[in-house]
Structure formats: C-alpha cells, structure tokens
C-alpha cells in the first residue's frame, strides 16, 4: 500500500469507528453525566488504553491468528507488512473465508436495523421496512442459504464461516441487547453504585460493542496494525464525545442511518471479495466518507431547520 492509501485507510476506520459508536456513546455520556469529574478523566485517559490496546487491537490479532495459525502468533501481526510471497499466498487463500463470515455478520446487522430498531426516518423506504418488521428473519434466512451455497462452491470453510457468523450474530446482539439494558439500569440507580464500579462496567459494555467496529475494519483492510491505529483513533474520538460534545451530537438526529448503511456497504464490499472481485482499496473508506458526509448535510438541515422555528 502506498502513503496514499494507508493514510485514506486509517481516516476511513477512525470514521467508521466513529460513527458505529456514537450511539452506544450517547448512552455512556448519561452514566458518566452521574460521575465526578476525576473519574470521567480517568475514563477517558486510562480508559482508553483498555478500549484501544486490548479490544480493538488484541481482538483483530486473534481473529487473524486463529484463522490462519501457521503464521505463529506474532507473525499474523507482522505478517501484512511482510515482502514474504509465501505469506501473502497464506492471506489471500485464508480472507474469503474471514470476509465471507464478517460480511454476513455486518449484512445481517443491517437488516437488524432496517426492519426492527427504533430510529428516524432518513429515506423514503425505511418507514415502509419498519411496519414489515416481522420479515426480518425470513430474509436474512433466505439470504444466508443463498451465500451458502455460492460460498461452498469457492470452498466448504467460506461456507461453514458464513454458517458460523450468522450464528455469532444472534448470540452477540443478544449479549448486546442485555449490555443495554445493564447500562440503562445503571444510570437510573447511579447513586447506589461507585465511580469506579460504573468505569469498569463501561468499560466491559464497550467491548461488547465494539465488535462491530472490528469487524468492519475489514472491510478497509487486513492490516492488523492499521486496525489498531484507526479504530484507536475512532475509539478517542468517542471517548471525547461522551465527555464534551455528545449533547451537540445527540441533536443530529440521523445518527443510526450513517452506521446503518456504512455497515450494509461494508459488508457487501467484504462479501464481494469473499467472491475475488478485485475491488480498489479506497472503495470502503470512500463508500463511508460519503455515507457520513450525506446523512450530516440532512442531520444539519433538520437541525437548522428546527432552530428557525423556534427562533420565530
């Protein structure tokens, strides 16, 4: 990769990172709203170290080291950076498998959203999708016999990964479902509770939410030290929100629509690699900087709209 690109790769994940937790960010801010000011410093300083080094970089590691073991374990870090053909060759032949299961799971997540979480209306058909709720698990039944199958004719274990992450999905949403419940439930009994209890609960929510950002991350890339420098900084910037600006945020009101459709680009563009398409490597940092820079010029119109009207 040239500077060019790598530099395009590591804003696309920090936006993509970005925007895939301000939702989850919004809802830390009111817990850290109940803390002292030391304690959310100290969420936001050491915090991070948690968030970046041991989530969103030890994670992507391990997903490449379980799927392509003999590269030994400090080689499935290094290893995107080598010149060794030999290495490239055990990359290549493992990323179908890796991006046929993510890019279910991402694609999937979408659907989620589409059909069954409560958000505001950004384009015309998204009304109609949420009044088709239950058709949510017919489609993404259908589609998952339909990636199957395609996948096995590449090779029995893209299609066993596809199996695999489609499950993957159920069980963490439902892990996520009850992480949001938890978190609610603690700002609503805040005083009960310790700083310091309330900051390593955040943290273990976070991780439970993360999961999202790693996957997609590659989408952009299989770098595992790219990962780790732009979700890193995707993940600062949250943490900067929560504390400082999630009021602000909070009024751009079609904040699910920019993650919602960024993770349903991103996953097609991992299921198409999945298949060897030789797709660009600016297509997913350009397919979300475009998503972000759509649904802000809306957010930011309804936004200006709203504060004539209550200025007349």
């Known amino acids: 990769m040239g500077i060019f690109s790598i530099l395009l790769t590591i804003v696309g994940l920090s936006a993509f990172e970005t925007i895939s937790s301000v939702d989850n960010a919004i809802i830390n801010a009111e817990v850290l709203s109940t803390m002292k000011p030391k304690y959310q410093r100290r969420f936001l300083v050491r915090g991070i170290l948690i968030a970046v080094f041991i ?6 590691w ?3 080291y379980f799927t392509a073991p003999q590269l030994w374990f400090i ?5 995107t950076f080598s010149n060794n053909p030999q290495i490239h060759t055990i990359i290549a032949s493992s990323a179908p498998i890796l991006l046929m299961g993510w890019g279910i799971f991402l694609l999937f997540l979408f659907f989620y959203r589409l059909f069954l979480e409560p958000k505001h209306f950004g384009l015309p058909h998204e009304k109609f999708f949420q009044k088709q709720w239950w058709r949510f698990y017919a489609i993404v039944s259908i589609i998952l016999v339909i990636l199957v199958w395609l996948g096995m004719n590449i090779s029995p ?6 199996v695999v992450w489609s499950s993957a999905f159920f069980i963490i949403h439902g892990f996520k479902t009850q992480a949001e419940r938890q978190e609610e439930r603690l700002a609503q009994n805040s ?3 310790s700083d310091i209890a309330k900051i390593l609960y955040l943290e273990v929510i976070d991780a439970t939410f993360s999961l999202d950002g790693v996957l997609g991350a590659f989408a952009f890339t299989l770098s595992v030290p790219l990962i780790l420098i732009g979700n890193g900084l995707g993940a600062f910037v949250v943490r900067r929100l929560t504390v400082h600006n999630v009021q602000r945020i909070q009024k751009y009101k079609y904040l699910k629509n920019w993650a919602m459709y960024s993770i349903l680009c991103l996953g ?3 299921i198409l690699k999945s298949f060897w398409f030789g797709l660009p490597e600016w297509i997913s940092p350009v397919l979300t900087f475009a998503i972000i820079g759509y649904f ?10 709203v504060e004539k009207i209550l200025e007349s």
């Open 191 to 193: 005083k009960n509770i």
């Open 62 to 64: 391990l997903i490449i």
């Open 268 to 270: 097609i563009v991992m």
């Open 157 to 162: 274990m893209v299609g066993f990964g596809a």
């Open 55 to 60: 989530v969103r970089g030890l994670l992507p």
């Open 296 to 305: 802000f010029r809306k957010s930011h119109i309804d936004l200006k709209t």
């Open 75 to 79: 080689g499935s870090f290094t290893a």
